[in-house]
């Protein structure tokens, strides 16, 4: 997976999961309870909330690396 499409499916809200190191992680999209967007990333039930696209790909992890670092190496089921 490459930044673009990460962005792309960010903004069509597109749900993606993908399995790494026999971890489910899952990329899903809420309304929270005073109605903000926001998109969920993380391992299945264990998903951390981002505000924006920019925010999710400055913060977030998969174990001990930041998720953008690792989206070459990303296949989606």
């Known amino acids: 997976m490459t930044k ?3 962005f792309f ?5 597109k749900e993606i999961e993908f399995t790494y190191n026999n971890k489910t ?3 899903s999209y809420g309304t929270d309870a005073d109605g903000n967007n926001y998109i969920a990333f ?3 039930y ?3 909330r981002f ?9 977030a ?3 001990n ?6 989206l070459d190496i990303i296949e989606l089921k």
């Open 46 to 48: 264990e998903q951390d």
């Open 4 to 6: 673009d499409e990460l």
């Open 25 to 27: 992680y899952l990329l």
């Open 61 to 63: 992890k998969i174990d």
């Open 51 to 59: 505000s924006s696209f920019k925010d999710l790909y400055a913060r």
């Open 65 to 70: 690396s930041y998720f953008r670092e690792m």
């Open 9 to 13: 499916f960010t903004e069509s809200k």
């Open 42 to 44: 993380g391992r299945l």
